[in-house]
């Protein structure tokens, strides 16, 4: 059984480092927050990162299946997941976790059909891997129409104290930077997407979601099982 748990802090105004003015949006941040099933925790920090983005509060998004956890801003991303059923099939994500700021969740859902499908721009995808493949193999095995990768972009690399690889993919013209690692069991690929917008116009927004992505990749931690001793934020900000 999954419960939730939660500290109680001080929070800055939701939109405060968000720009455009969102304040003739309706309805409000607060109303339209998700109802999170996996376990999560905050804790009481106050400082300002390098790049000028505001950081009030911290917290730590935990989920159990698979065991992961990572550190991100509650004061500027909303984090959505969605389980797909679809164990048993090798190529289709077996669950997403979408991560938007606070601005583009609410133009989001104030926006409805009329924006179309609009990709989210930093996520995680959980994808099968039944015959526990190397991730060199299963990103090599993964059909275009699913994953068009470029295969030149392949790159080892470590995250949360694991070996992964590095790449670079396309959906519908948006490159996204990908970093690939296994669940603690090997049966799951753990697949994290940041995407980047040109022009000047997406500076801040990529600049946040930029951020996110790396203090995501920072502070990951993958584990067989992990409880609620293990969300006390000892060093929480990456450096």
Do not use: C, H
């Not at 935990?62 to 992961?68: G, I, M, Q, S, T």
């Not at 994953?147 to 519908?172: A, M, N, Y």
């Amino acid at each position: 059984m999954l419960t939730a748990v939660m500290t109680s802090t001080s929070y800055m105004n939701p939109l405060q480092a968000v720009e455009p003015n969102l304040s003739e949006l309706e309805p409000t941040i607060a109303e339209l927050e998700p109802n999170l099933s996996e376990l999560e925790s905050t804790t009481d920090i106050s400082e300002t990162s390098e790049n000028g983005i505001k950081i009030v509060d911290q917290a730590i998004y935990l989920r159990n299946d698979p065991v992961l956890q990572f550190v991100y801003l509650p004061n500027q991303f909303v984090i959505e997941s969605f389980a797909t059923n679809l164990e048993n099939d090798e190529f289709a994500p077996a669950d997403y976790i979408n991560i938007w700021t606070k601005e583009d969740y609410v133009i989001l859902k104030n926006a409805g059909d009329e924006i179309g499908d609009f990709l989210p721009r930093l996520k995680i995808t959980i994808k099968n891997n039944p015959e526990r493949l190397s991730l060199e193999d299963w990103v090599l095995a993964q059909p275009k129409e699913v994953l068009p990768v470029d295969r030149t972009s392949i790159e080892r690399r470590s995250i949360g104290g694991e070996e992964g690889l590095s790449f670079v993919s396309t959906d519908r013209l948006l490159p996204y930077q990908n970093t690939i690692v296994k669940d603690a069991t090997g049966d799951k690929v753990i697949m994290i997407s940041y995407g980047t917008f040109r022009g000047e116009a997406a500076a801040s927004s990529n600049a946040l979601y930029l951020f996110a992505f790396e203090q995501l990749e920072g502070t990951l931690e993958l584990a067989d099982a992990l409880t609620t001793s293990n969300t006390e934020l000892a060093d929480p900000l990456p450096q």
